[in-house]
């Protein structure tokens, strides 16, 4: 198994930044991607930026030019820095890991946009 521990979230002004950080444990070896989805009220969890370890990132549309995923492959972390940020933004960001036979979630860190 891989156990996830997510730091970050918090309140800040539209136009401010956010910087998320995600760590793994345990079987890390069998981790293919690393990356980060949201879920706002109301709304199905979406993909917000993930990143493999042959450095194949993907990002949703309305996060290209503001958020930049990173990993640090010998630590097992991944980080999101969120720049820009608009109260569209708001929601639960969870933390994913991809592994061959499984996907792992993190427990979930609020950020909340709002002036």
């Known amino acids: 198994q891989v156990q996830l521990v997510e730091s970050g979230g918090g309140l800040v002004q539209p136009g401010g930044s956010l910087r998320l950080s995600c760590a793994a444990s345990?079987?890390?070896?069998?981790?293919?991607?690393m990356g980060w989805y949201r879920q706002a009220p109301g709304k199905q969890r979406e993909l917000v930026a993930a990143l493999t370890n042959g450095g194949i990132t993907n990002y949703i549309e309305t996060a290209e030019g503001r958020f930049t995923i990173s990993r640090d492959y010998a630590k097992n972390t991944a980080a999101l820095q969120m720049n820009s940020l608009r109260p569209e933004d708001t929601a639960v960001y969870y933390c994913?890991?991809?592994?061959?036979?499984?996907?792992?979630w993190g427990q979930g860190t609020q950020v909340t946009v709002s002036s």
């Open positions: 994913n890991v991809v592994t061959v036979s499984y996907d792992y």
């Open positions: 345990g079987r890390t070896k069998s981790i293919y991607a």
